[in-house]
């Protein structure tokens, strides 16, 4: 019989670290129009950062917390020394931020070399459900990734600044008319994007290898979740999050991690040319 | 007395065209005053040069005596002067209320029933007949509801100044009529300085205010409405000549 709980909650688990770092890339593109190519990177450098708290000692939480603060920090300096000249020019964003990502991933490969790192698992507990035993950790960074999910909706569904910066994605030059400081909300909003970038890379440090290359394995499926689900509102990230993420490790499962890449990249083209706005097609302003 | 708004040598060029070409005007504080002139005058750049939206090449802006020329549109939003545009810019996925509570709004991390539930959009809801559409995304609005909830919008900025760019563009006769009514009474009781920019003759008729004309990036005459109206060099700026031109 096929055990089918234990792939169900790895899918799950999946889902929603892709979700995280689909939900910065959609910020970050949704607001600005700039397609972060780095975004994979920032989820690695947070990771990184997880390892070297891990080799000093600290506690896990510390690290997580690190791994967002330092990697809001590096996205605040990104979006000062390179976005912010770039803003709206979406092609020179794909080529800076990809250049971006080739300095930050050979930095790395300077200080760590390019071999995998390992993180330990702050819980080696197990839960039995059922049948089965199931890693503590893994339902834990399924709440963990919820609640941080939960806490960006809120903040760009229920907050002031939520409201000021959708206000802004619709309509930067009435915004900006209104009152509203677009310059800052841009940077604000990329600083956001790129915390839960780092906050991911080191909540999934333990599961996976951390090496230099771990960024492209979550970019991918986090641009494709936001074709798939569409890049007008939030809610589509959890759709084309679920859509791809599920299909993905489920049938790397269940049949094989080819099988699994082919069909996703099947949905995104059906997508494509069935829903072109996404599969809750979502629109950019009027 | 200062002038509440005073634009000298103001230039802008765009290419080889002169849209607004060694202008000068003042406003006194309190005042209604309309702008009217033909498509390609430059009133519309006048306006995005007020607002911090273009930067002019020459000349300044002082409002209340302090120099905003070339300061960023949200710093001069926040002294004081709010801008209609002319296509209705209301934030369609957003609420009524929701975007009437947008200019109150610092971006900061609070709950927005704070601002969207407050006595003053309330007013403002009132103000604009909007009250029963409070919860409506603003996109459901007919046209001239939307015209008015920028209005609101505008209000709520707590505005000294407001720039209205063809506010009743796309309005019925009665919207019109109704919407003129709205502007004197901003300007009468609120106390806010109104500068108009229209094409409706109707509209400019009703708004009974001072006018100034405007052709080729200058001021080309003022005065009242029936004045204006029997201007020759009026008449052939908006209908042309009817003898050719002389070479």
């Excluded at chain 1, 000692?57 to 300096?77: C, D, E, N, R, T």
């Excluded at chain 2, 005053?33 to 040069?49: H, Y």
């Excluded at chain 2, 001069?76 to 009437?100: D, H, T, Y």
């Excluded at chain 2, 919407?179 to 109104?194: C, E, H, K, P, Y």
């Amino acid at each position: 019989m096929i055990e089918i709980l234990p792939p169900l909650l790895d899918a799950l688990s999946y889902i929603l670290v892709l979700i995280l770092v689909a939900l910065g890339l959609m910020i970050v593109f949704g607001m600005m129009g700039v397609i972060n190519m780095a975004h994979g990177e920032l989820f690695m450098v947070g990771a990184y950062v997880m390892v070297v708290c891990q080799s000093l000692g600290l506690p896990f939480l510390v690290g997580v917390l690190f791994s967002g603060i330092l990697v809001g920090l590096l996205g605040l300096l990104i979006e000062a020394a390179l976005i912010r000249h770039i803003y709206t020019r979406t092609l020179d964003t794909i080529l800076a931020t990809w250049g971006l990502s080739i300095a930050l991933k050979q930095g790395i490969v300077l200080i760590f070399g390019p071999e995998a790192q390992s993180v330990i698992s702050p819980l080696s507990d197990t839960v039995s459900l059922g049948e089965f035993s199931y890693p503590l950790y893994r339902l834990l960074l399924m709440g963990a990734s919820i609640a941080l999910i939960g806490l960006t909706f809120w903040l760009f569904l229920k907050t002031d600044f939520g409201l000021t910066a959708r206000a802004v994605i619709a309509r930067p030059d009435t915004a900006a008319t209104l009152g509203i400081n677009t310059r800052s909300l841009y940077r604000r909003s990329f600083v956001i994007g790129t915390t839960l970038a780092g906050i991911a890379g080191a909540l999934v440090a333990p599961l996976i290898s951390v090496d230099p290359q771990m960024g492209l394995g979550y970019l991918i499926p986090g641009f494709l979740s936001i074709l798939v689900g569409g890049a007008g509102p939030l809610a589509g990230v959890l759709a084309g999050g679920a859509a791809v993420g599920g299909t993905n490790s489920l049938l790397t499962v269940w049949i094989s991690p080819v099988a699994a890449q082919i069909a996703v990249f099947i949905m995104a083209i059906l997508v494509i040319r069935l829903r072109p706005e996404g599969l809750l097609g979502g629109r950019r302003g009027k | 007395m200062m002038p509440f708004l005073q634009i000298t040598d103001l230039d802008k060029t765009f290419g080889g065209l002169r849209a607004v070409d060694d202008f000068h005007m003042s406003l006194d504080a309190g005042s209604l005053t309309a702008i009217v002139g033909p498509n390609g005058c430059g009133k519309s750049t006048l306006f995005n040069l007020i607002t911090g939206a273009l930067t002019p090449d020459r000349g300044t802006i002082l409002f209340k005596g302090r120099d905003i020329t070339g300061l960023p549109p949200h710093k001069i939003a926040r002294l004081g002067i709010g801008r209609k545009f002319q296509v209705p810019a209301v934030f369609g996925e957003l609420s009524v209320r929701e975007n009437l509570a947008l200019p109150a709004m610092k971006g900061r991390i609070t709950s927005i029933r704070n601002d969207t539930n407050n006595a003053r959009t309330t007013a403002i809801l009132d103000q604009v007949l909007l009250t029963d559409k409070a919860d409506w995304k603003a996109e459901h609005l007919s046209h001239g509801e939307k015209q008015w909830l920028e209005i609101g919008m505008l209000l709520a900025q707590a505005p000294e100044l407001i720039l209205l760019d063809e506010p009743t563009a796309g309005m019925t006769a009665a919207e019109t009529a109704a919407t003129a009514a709205l502007i004197r009474q901003i300007n009468q009781t609120g106390g806010i300085t109104v500068l108009v920019i229209e094409h409706d003759i109707r509209f400019i008729e009703q708004l009974e205010c001072p006018l100034l004309v405007m052709a080729k990036g200058q001021i080309l005459k003022s005065g009242n409405f029936q004045s204006i109206r029997q201007d020759e060099q009026v008449q052939e700026l908006y209908f042309g000549r009817t003898e050719a031109p002389h070479a």
